[in-house]
């Protein structure tokens, strides 16, 4: 039996192109951005669509910047769009929206996640920087 050949760069970036492995694809101005059920954990990516240069981030522990991730959600962009959820749309909707209703629906989102009243500057749901020298 001959050896397995291993993958190319480019069939690993399309085994994640518009796959069900990315999820809570995101437009907001001119940067996409998505969850992807990676190899070691789930991992955060974001990518410009401005240009036809691929910049982007990704949090896996790929020592290859951009890594396959950023490479594939940019092609998932190029080739399904509308698979992504338009933040900027949808808060031009909320501006519609009572402020009653608001602050209802931000009741809902700190009960279901209390760590997001970090983001109120509320004292003790402080978000914990990470230290970069664990990862060396």
Known sequence: MGARQ????EQRVQEYVDSPLISQRL???QTVSAQFDGNYGLYWVT???DGK???????CPSDLQPCKHVYALRATWDRNPK?????DKWLIEL???P????IEAI?????HSPGLLCVFGVPGFEVEEEDPEEYD
Do not use: I, W, Y
Request: aromatic fraction near 8%.
């Open 6 to 9: 291993k993958p190319s760069f």
């Open 27 to 29: 437009l907001h101005e």
């Open 47 to 49: 990518v410009s669509t």
């Open 53 to 59: 240069k691929v910049r982007g981030q990704c949090s």
């Open 83 to 87: 698979s992504f959820f338009d933040l």
């Open 95 to 97: 501006r519609a929206q």
């Open 99 to 102: 402020k009653a209703s608001l």
């Open 107 to 111: 009741r809902n989102m700190v009960l």
